[in-house]
């Protein structure tokens, strides 16, 4: 929160998944923005969104999902000058619009990403110095503008491995271990994946995240599946990188303890849409919105004990087009629905004069406050049109 | 409607009773209703590696997990206890011993004053009757090829209970009992979200009314929402059917919600055992203080978090003495010197690395390698106390005294002897003795020397 002028603006983003039964919205319409420097939060439950809208940021959507609409706009003063004015508004650049090879030239650099099961994103067969090297080399070599050539692929083929990492490179991967707090970092440097514990392979992958001194960094779900005792340091760090390294980070998690540690604002995320945002504080200790209060609602509370919990009712809904209304997403579940709330989308509004902190429900929020990120309501019918067309046309 | 269901499986237990059974003498008898009906003591289960042919031919002992080294504790009836601690403590392994799925290596666990594991030598199904398991993930643990009334059914049919009819009117009432509908019950688990089918896997674990039902992270691989149905739908069905539970959580919000009791568990032994009130509002043991600490609170922001050593060392090689004091941050000095806390953690970290092997001549050369520090005397006794957040000197001037020969010692690359100066003059009374049990209030009982 260093600059007024945001890192990231997103603008009507919507992400569908073209499967088999049916065209998914994973995410549906979210527009937010990132401000520089700070930790934005996303809380949901599973199927609502959260990562897809993470990995819609950093342009990592793969087929059978898409990004079928809206903008991204990426504050690059340097971007800004190698990109056709078309797509550039200032100092910000439309990323949904740039080539595919410069969007993709972003990944490592300006963008990174740490993994949610470490485990799975290490290669087991390379030690974890060399799979830090790599991104480092890997930056290094394109800024020179090499690339990766035929005769280097033959070079790791005969003697695996060992041409492409540069000692240098190596070297900052041992700075980078030292950075995340990983004790005998040179000897760990030399170790491979299985020989590390999860909480050590975790602080490994967020030095390989920020190998590359990114500028926005999305870390989804960083600390499930960790010990409370591991999952505490974790967050430690994370919080002192993004202090050190002036970080910009979207954190994805469905534990709302971690937010409360970790994050500067939250998003409470369901069934594809923004239902509140706002400084975590407020979102956490003042909700409006109904479903961020069943959420809250629902956790059993830590510091007192024999209190009740009152859990949201029904599951949470399939994203599936075909079986979404025009209304709000959470009206079936909701104990406060009325009509009202099925037969329009409901208003994005901010909460006691509050213009930081923004809810989305029919019932909740200062009435006249509408918020007009975007021309919300009609092309969000649009879209629906669209799409169900289309669904149309590939069942024919 | 509960009445019923009690009535009409008391009908069935008469009916199938096998009276020439000795584990049912004092079994169902109400003589023990007010004792403890499950008492484990000093119960051990080691995993011992297989040994290859050399370590045979040296007639070199295997290696030992000790995962679960010495728990004794006990259950009364209508207790809900909660066992936490970190992955690998053995609270995984507590449980299947209890349950009969494995053998203990040592000690023993009766149940209604029967040892577990002879009945489940004699008769394994009329154990599985009174004993009962909730598995964590309840997607695999569903025939995705039976349907609801099949599944749920299952546990009547192998336990011989009633005809058709009565069983099938059982699941009716089962079904209803933990939240699903009668129409559901010709569905298959594919069709079921997680929350629904970790309902089905409760069923078909009360389905025989247990006397003890165990559950292994019965929540944690659901969403929020549908973890807090899950929750109250356990603590309905404990309050109804009057249920002895053990449950194994990492989440400790959901042990306070739902036990009475709570057991913390650290490399194989029990740190802390007591009321839940007590534990949470006045915990003991130093690691149940850290692991409190350590979870993040919801609405609690910017809470500063001290850190533990996240190392926690491994079950085949456990610490002596108490075996959290290589990362306990109340570790005990030694009487002879007077320290700050913080300084006598700082050198017994030191003394910890020396004895590892974390540090040594040579490492400490490579340290300063790779800082780029000059390998002269006052350098490195510099980067020795910034390692260790060792300020200046130590309060007690002996025991800087020691240090510093230790510290030359290391530098001058004599790694046994720095190590050896320091063990003899440090030594803590935790690492020396593992601590008994000390009552702390009623019912609260914590193994640490500090009480």
New interface residues.
């Given amino acids: 929160m260093t600059d007024t002028a945001p890192l990231l603006r997103v603008r009507d983003l919507s992400t569908k998944f073209f499967t088999e039964d049916g065209t998914i919205n994973a995410a549906d319409n979210i527009s937010f923005d990132v401000n520089e420097g700070e930790i934005l939060s996303i809380v949901g ?2 199927g609502s969104g959260k990562s897809v809208t993470g990995r819609s940021l950093l342009g990592l959507i793969e087929a059978p999902g898409e990004i079928v609409g809206g903008e991204i706009w990426y504050r690059s003063p340097s971007l800004a000058k190698k990109v056709d004015d078309e797509i550039v508004d200032g100092e910000y650049v439309d990323l949904q619009s740039v080539p595919p090879s410069v969007r993709k030239s972003l990944l490592g650099k300006d963008f990174s990403m740490i993994f949610q099961d470490p485990e799975e994103s290490f290669n087991q067969s390379l030690t974890v110095g060399r799979q830090i090297a790599e991104a480092v080399e890997v930056k290094k070599r394109a800024e020179t503008g090499e690339v990766y050539s035929n005769i280097d692929l033959l070079k790791d083929i005969l003697t695996p491995g060992a041409q492409y990492i540069s000692e240098e490179s190596y070297d900052r991967a ?1 700075e980078l271990l030292e950075l995340v707090d990983i ?2 970092y ?1 000897e760990r440097a030399d170790e491979y994946p299985h020989q590390f ?1 999860g ?2 392979l975790q602080r490994a992958m967020i030095a390989q995240a920020i190998a590359c001194d990114p500028a926005f960094l999305v870390a989804d779900e960083p600390t499930t599946g960790l ?7 974790v ?2 760090l994370l919080k002192n990188l993004q202090n050190e390294l002036d970080l910009t980070v979207l954190l994805i998690t ?8 970790l ?1 500067d604002r939250t998003a409470v995320m369901y069934a594809g849409e923004f239902f509140e945002v706002g400084p ?2 407020s979102v ?2 003042n909700p409006e919105n109904p479903y961020t209060k ?10 007192e ?1 024999n209190t009740n ?5 029904g ?2 809904p399939s994203l599936l087009d075909s079986e979404m209304g025009v209304g709000c997403s959470f009206a079936d579940r909701c104990p406060a629905a009325t009509d009202e709330c099925t037969g329009s989308p409901p208003p994005t509004r901010t909460v006691n004069g509050d213009s930081e902190h923004r809810i989305t429900c029919v019932h909740a929020g200062d009435t006249g406050t509408e918020v007009s990120l975007s021309t919300e309501t009609t092309a969000r019918e649009e879209l629906r049109q669209d799409t169900t067309s289309k669904n149309i046309a590939t069942n024919e | 409607m509960s009445n019923n269901i009690s009535q009409s499986t008391d009908q069935t237990r008469i009916d199938t009773q096998q009276p020439s059974l000795s584990p049912e003498k004092n079994g169902r008898g109400r003589s023990v209703a007010d004792g403890p009906i499950l008492k484990v003591n000093e119960l051990k289960k080691h995993y011992i590696d297989s040994t290859g042919i050399i370590d045979r031919i040296r007639s070199s002992p295997p290696s030992r997990v000790h995962a679960v080294d010495g728990v004794s504790f006990t259950v009364s009836r209508g207790d809900t206890v909660g066992i936490v601690g ?2 690998g403590c053995g609270k995984s392994t507590l449980a299947e011993t209890l349950v009969g799925l494995k053998k203990p290596t040592s000690g023993n666990a009766t149940l209604f004053e029967n040892d577990i594991h002879e009945w489940v030598d004699q008769n394994r199904k009329r154990f599985a009757r009174n004993v009962q398991f909730v598995f964590q993930d309840p997607s695999s643990c569903l025939d995705p090829k039976m349907t609801l009334r099949e599944l749920i059914r299952e546990p009547l049919e192998v336990h011989d209970v009633g005809t058709r009819e009565h069983q099938n009117n059982l699941v009716d009432k089962t079904i209803t009992k933990v939240g699903l509908s009668v129409d559901q019950l010709d569905r298959y688990p594919g069709e079921l ?1 997680g ?2 089918r970790q309902r089905v896997g409760i069923a078909r674990a009360i389905i025989l009314e247990p006397q003890l039902l165990v559950l292994d992270e019965p929540t944690s691989a659901l ?7 899950i ?2 739908l356990l603590q309905e069905i404990q309050a109804d059917l009057e249920l002895t539970t053990l449950i194994i959580s ?1 989440d ?3 042990i ?2 739902l036990c009475n009791k709570v057991l913390v568990m650290y490399l194989g032994k029990v740190a802390e055992i007591g009321r ?2 007590n534990i ?1 509002s006045n915990p003991a043991h130093p690691y149940t203080k ?2 409190l ?9 910017d ?1 500063e ?1 001290e ?2 050593d ?3 060392p491994s079950p085949r090689d456990p610490p002596e003495g108490c075996r959290f004091h290589t990362r306990c941050p109340a570790i005990i000095p030694p009487d002879k010197f007077n320290f700050e806390q913080s300084e006598w953690k700082s050198v017994f970290d030191y003394k910890l690395d020396l004895q590892s092997g ?1 540090l040594s001549h040579e ?1 400490l050369v ?2 300063a390698d ?1 800082q780029g520090i000059d390998k002269d005397k006052g350098s490195l006794t510099n980067l020795l106390q910034n390692r260790y957040e060792i300020n200046g000197e130590i309060s007690d001037s002996t025991a800087q005294q020691i240090l510093t020969e230790s510290f030359t010692d290391l530098i001058e690359g004599n790694t046994e002897s720095a190590y050896q100066i320091i063990a003899e003059e440090f030594q803590s009374p935790c690492e020396q003795k593992s601590p008994s049990s000390s009552v702390v209030t009623d019912d609260h009982e914590a193994f640490c020397h500090l009480i």
């Fill in positions: 439950e599973s041992v004790p005998d040179t514990s909480g050590m010990d409370v005792t591991i999952q505490a340091g967050i430690n469905h534990n709302l303890g971690v937010v409360s540690r994050g975590t504080n956490l200790n069943g959420l809250l609602n629902s956790l059993p509370d830590f510091t004990s919990i009152e859990p949201i009712p599951n949470v | 970190e992955s979200s929350g629904q969403d929020v929402s549908v973890q807090a149905q929750l109250n990492h400790i919000s959901v306070r919600y839940t009130e949470f850290t692991l600490e350590s979870v993040p609170k919801v609405g609690e922001t809470i978090y850190e533990v996240p190392d926690i974390k490492k490579s340290i790779q």
